[in-house]
């Protein structure tokens, strides 16, 4: 597998993961806790964060949840909470674990993101989930298959165990084929507004930064923002290289939401914050990046690079193992390479 789909791949197994673990009897508990002024955040999702404003005149929903489970849980949270209709949902970008709950929601939902993030979901999220339904998993269950199989001939001890690895694959298949492909209604370039309850919200695309589609969902009247993986808050970012990422763009996209009126800044993963938070992730990509330039001005090859030890600053943060990874987009990006 090429490195560039392997977070793909991991999205694919969180959501198997999480599907798997749905179809057992583990309800899975999510919450949804009022932030301010009817907005609510979705506690204990498996992947990207969700957040949605609830008003007298229907609910607007950023992000639909990882797994078609997720977004059933999420579409029956709102209705407790708010008790009113679904009616929009932003989606930040199209990485499966913002979009794969999709499906859950009333087919009356408008569904609006930026163009290239429609277009990103139709060139890359499809072909690859449709590639791993109908070649790479078939070919692991063909696989296990024969693993098992021998293992019977010999009665080998390891039977029941790989038994069960089987089993796993073959219900992980039949879950990923329930998956249907769900599209914007509404796209748009740079800005779009939508007016819900008597306030605005504004749907905002500053350039390329995690994706080459990316928006940032602004409340001005309650102050918040939700930067969608603008901001990884306590983590390592994944930046998006297979969709055309940015990260100079990326710091200078952040350094312009945290000059808007922000109070409450919701991030793509980890705990709600504020400017001061979303700031830090401008810090980790500035550093980042003058690290790799020190790096290629003495001489050190990608690999070398690849090896850096985290800066102080990032001790800490969640997900290291992102670190080579950011090294390397960074690190092709200065070199003007670009996938
Ligand atoms: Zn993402």
């Known amino acids: 597998m090429k490195r ?17 673990l749905a179809g057992q009897e583990m309800p899975k508990e999510i919450k949804a806790v009022p932030v301010v002024g009817g907005l609510y955040f979705v506690e204990g999702l498996e992947g990207g964060n969700v957040a949605f404003l609830a008003t007298d005149e229907g609910v607007l929903v950023v ?17 407790r909470v708010s ?20 499906q859950a929601y009333p087919p009356s939902t408008v569904i609006i993101a930026q163009q290239n993030t429609a277009d990103n979901m139709r060139s890359l999220n499809e072909p690859r989930l449709r590639g791993m339904m109908e070649k790479q998993m078939p070919e692991m269950i063909a ?22 690895a089987l089993k796993a694959l073959e219900t992980q298949l039949a879950e990923l084929k329930e998956l249907c ?28 930064a995690h994706t080459d589609g990316d928006a940032l969902v602004y409340f001005p009247k309650l102050k918040v923002l939700h930067t969608g993986d603008l901001f990884f808050a306590g983590s390592y970012p994944y930046i998006g290289v297979e969709a055309g990422a940015d990260t100079a763009n990326w710091i200078a996209a952040i350094e312009r939401a945290a000059s808007w009126e922000v109070e409450t800044v919701i991030p793509g993963h980890g705990r709600l914050t504020d400017e001061s938070g979303l700031l830090k992730m401008a810090a980790y990509l500035s550093e980042l990046r003058q690290a790799v330039k020190d790096a290629i001005a003495s001489g050190k090859s990608l690999e070398e690079a690849k090896k850096m030890a985290p800066l102080p600053a990032w001790k800490g943060f969640e997900r290291e193992r992102l670190l080579p990874t950011n090294i390397e987009a960074v690190y092709n990006e200065l070199a003007g390479k670009k996938d």
């Open 143 to 164: 696989t296990q298959k024969l693993k098992v199989e021998k293992l019977r001939k010999k009665n080998g001890k390891e039977l029941p165990k790989e038994e069960e």
């Open 83 to 102: 008790g009113r209709p679904i009616r929009f949902l932003v989606l930040t970008h199209y990485h499966g674990d913002h979009t794969f709950g999709l």
């Open 4 to 20: 560039k789909n392997l977070f793909f791949f991991a999205m694919v197994v969180m959501f198997l993961a999480a599907g798997v």
């Open 181 to 208: 492909f769900v599209y914007p209604a509404v796209t748009f370039q740079s800005k779009l507004s939508v007016f819900l309850g008597g306030q605005e919200i504004e749907v905002v695309h500053l350039g390329r």
């Open 63 to 79: 992000d639909s949840g990882t797994t078609p489970e997720e977004g059933k849980l999420i579409v029956a949270e709102i209705a």
